[in-house]
């Protein structure tokens, strides 16, 4: 319980976009024990897989999302991918996809039943159904976008062309009716 319980006291400082700290915390908890409770140890993994990612750490943030994939794996307890997907920073799509992509496409099904409707119900103000409008990896990659990723960097991630970065960050905006990062930052991020 009380591993849990850090859980929603990281993801907290996550979304107050304290990531180092919010990091820390999930490295000082699995060290002292938290990693004994599979449940808690997965989201504890998937939140530092976020802080990572928002801080360009991607191999630190991988090797989160693989600890939590080993927990997760044999007993098939994947929902936390799909919950979480829009936030891993399209490292299910560089990490998880290749290797095992069955597996990743039922964490897609578990993200697309997860976020139906999921921004209408968190976002009354502006009423935008992101999560409905976009494909997964539009998603993906908008987030990155948006939290100041260049191209070259989504590209290198993802082990695509910049090229395909381009075009799906264009066709995220076109959905999305806007036209400047600036306004995808504002969009996604809110």
């Not at 928002?54 to 997760?72: C, F, G, N, P």
């Not at 560089?94 to 039922?106: G, H, Q, S």
Request: net charge neutral; proline share 3%; with cysteine.
């Amino acid at each position: 319980m009380r591993a849990f319980a850090l859980y929603v006291e990281v993801h907290y400082l996550y979304l107050k976009q304290e990531y180092a700290i919010s990091a820390g915390i999930v490295e000082a908890a699995l060290a002292m024990g938290a990693a004994g409770y599979p449940i808690s140890a997965i989201y504890l993994h998937l939140v530092a897989v976020m802080d990572y990612m928002s801080l360009k750490k991607t191999e630190r943030a991988q090797t989160h999302l693989l600890a939590a994939w080993d927990i997760a794996r044999p007993d098939d307890l994947i929902e936390g991918f799909g919950e979480h997907h829009g936030l891993l920073g399209a490292m299910l799509e560089a990490a998880i996809k290749p290797k095992w992509p069955e597996d990743f496409k039922r964490i897609i099904d578990i993200t697309c039943r997860f976020s139906s409707g999921w921004r209408r119900v968190h976002n009354p103000v502006t009423g935008h159904d992101v999560a409905d409008d976009l494909t997964t990896t539009e998603f993906a990659i908008a987030m990155l976008a948006a939290r100041g990723w260049t191209t070259q960097e989504i590209a290198e991630h993802l082990n695509i062309s910049a090229n395909t970065v381009k075009t799906h960050i264009a066709e995220a905006m076109r959905k999305l009716d806007i036209k400047t990062r600036k306004d995808l930052k504002q969009y996604m991020l809110r």
